[in-house]
């Protein structure tokens, strides 16, 4: 690795963050300081110019950019809440290509982010390669990502506590899976209470339900879709059209397929174990 190498990965990686699922992301009041912007409102053109390119691109800006506010203390020893952001890898490559590439912090980013989201990305070969448990990982991550905008685009509409969130997912359910609710699949499945359904589907049963988790989201929000019983409606319509996709295509109903012997839990366990004995293997 090259000296300007080791200064992108000390200086972007040190301010990465993990959320409760293991997913990355860098808040955007931390990057406005790593990239030398003084101040939020020049750093706030760039963010904007970002998230105008990414709706462009036709990706989901709130798969990207999800706003939060943080409490932060004044020098009086005042609070006051200002507007944040959690970034993807993406998004953070996205507000680099559009800020001032005369900051040399900047054009370092640019060359660091590009490269590391190029090495993220996955053709259809390589995913082809991949084995089923690999794949199951990968898609499960996803719908984690997803679920976490699809409850934003819920709340916004109206879903606000978490027994109408609970609701709102039985609806969607209920249309993918020809009336059964989630605790109707999670005994079908043979699980124990606190085993979550979502870590006991295969690869395709996860996509499924990957493709009726966006496909609600982009509903509610570009229909600007207002009301619980609204959003509980067209959860339940885009679930059944998901149903009747795959019965058109001919394929299993997401019912009907088998659930694998290991959970997504078991393999990022196994793989955990895997990746220290590597560790101590001298090649």
């Not at 912007?37 to 750093?43: D, I, K, L, N, S």
């Amino acid at each position: 690795m090259g000296e300007l190498e080791k200064i992108n990965e000390t200086l972007f990686e040190s301010i990465k963050h993990f959320d409760e699922y293991g997913q990355e992301y860098w808040t955007a009041r931390e990057l406005q300081t790593v990239l030398s912007y003084t101040r939020w409102e020049y750093f706030a053109k760039a963010l904007q110019r970002a998230i105008n390119a990414c709706e462009s691109s036709g990706n989901t800006v709130s798969n990207h950019f999800r706003g939060v506010t943080k409490m932060v203390t004044l020098g009086s020893g005042s609070a006051r809440e200002v507007t944040d952001y959690e970034l993807s890898r993406y998004a953070c490559y996205l507000i680099a290509m559009n800020g001032d590439s005369r900051k040399k912090a900047v054009a370092l980013a640019q060359t660091y982010f590009a490269v590391k989201t190029r090495q993220q990305e996955l053709t259809e070969e390589e995913y082809q390669k991949l084995t089923e448990d690999q794949k199951r990982l990968m898609i499960r991550q996803q719908v984690k990502k997803s679920n976490l905008s699809l409850a934003e685009a819920a709340h916004n509409a109206g879903v606000e506590t978490s027994k109408e969130y609970a609701i709102f997912n039985n609806y969607g359910y209920k249309g993918l899976y020809g009336g059964l609710t989630a605790q109707d699949i999670h005994d079908r499945k043979g699980l124990k209470k606190s085993q979550q359904i979502l870590d006991h589907m295969g690869g395709s049963e996860l996509a499924a339900n990957l493709f009726r988790i966006t496909q609600t989201d982009e509903k509610l929000r570009r229909e600007n879709i207002q009301g619980k019983n609204q959003a509980n409606i067209a959860h339940n319509k885009v679930g059944k059209k998901v149903r009747q996709t795959i019965k058109e295509l001919g394929g299993t109903l997401p019912e009907n397929l088998p659930t694998p012997d290991k959970s997504i839990k078991q393999i990022e366990r196994e793989n955990k174990k895997m990746a220290k004995l590597a560790e101590k293997i001298e090649i």
